[in-house]
């Protein structure tokens, strides 16, 4: 049982789309200029991989390297704008209840499983699988993959470059809210990971709302 289910999305508005995104598997939706998606840790601890892509030329994708040369700082909170390679904004960090949120730790895969944690984890599902997969529906491959960032996730770096993967700032019902600055295409992998804290070594399902916001009046 779920019990933050009636939690309400950040930014208040009409629901256009409420749904979960099961434990270990994939996410996509398209998020229309001006709405919101809200993201719901619902049990605490969940990292939460996305990619997120300009919605009519998906050539026009998310930059690591952009996002964090503009605000000079590697990870993301409240007021954190996710740019394009060209630097245009794809989407705003608009409210945030963690605070911190990993730009550098990638996504993990079925050979980098087997190079950090042994041959045996060969089988085990991973982010770059759930990528691939719910990224062919809307017609991307491999080569359309990038760096991305990991909601949720926490990848402290010290003064030396060394970084590590440890536990969730996360709780149960945490929240951050996204702004599309245009439309886009989030693409998301709710990470299976089993081997490292990102997800307290147990995968959980997390919820997607979108809303539209009420127009102000003028």
């Known amino acids: 049982m779920t019990p933050t289910l ?6 208040r508005g009409t629901v256009i789309r409420d749904e979960i995104a099961g434990a270990r598997g994939p996410w ?15 049990h605490g601890n969940q990292a ?17 390297p952009a996002t964090i040369a503009a605000q000079r700082h590697l990870f993301l909170t409240t007021g954190s704008v996710l740019r394009a390679g060209d630097g ?6 608009v409210a945030d209840e963690v605070g911190n949120h990993d730009t550098v730790g990638g996504a993990c895969s079925q050979e ?12 085990q599902h991973a982010c770059v699988e759930n990528f691939l997969v ?37 709780a149960p019902g945490k929240r951050l809210a996204l702004r599309a600055d245009r439309d886009v295409l989030v693409l998301v992998s709710n990470c299976p990971q089993i081997n490292n804290p990102c ?20």
């Open 6 to 11: 009636d939690l309400p999305a950040l930014v």
């Open 28 to 42: 996509s939706a398209v998020v229309a200029a001006g709405d919101v998606l809200t993201v719901v840790d619902l």
């Open 48 to 64: 939460v991989d996305t990619l997120i892509y300009d919605a009519h030329d998906t050539t026009v994708r998310y930059s690591a």
């Open 88 to 93: 245009e904004a794809l989407m705003t960090l």
């Open 112 to 123: 980098s499983n087997t190079l950090r944690y042994g041959h045996h984890t060969k089988h």
């Open 134 to 170: 719910e990224g062919a529906r809307w017609g991307l491959g491999k080569r359309d993959l990038v760096s991305n960032v990991n909601f949720f996730m926490n990848v402290p770096v010290d003064s030396d470059g060394t970084l590590g993967i440890v536990d969730g700032l996360s």
């Open 199 to 218: 997800n307290g070594f147990d995968p959980t399902e997390v919820r997607m709302i979108v809303t539209r916001p009420e127009a102000r009046p003028s």
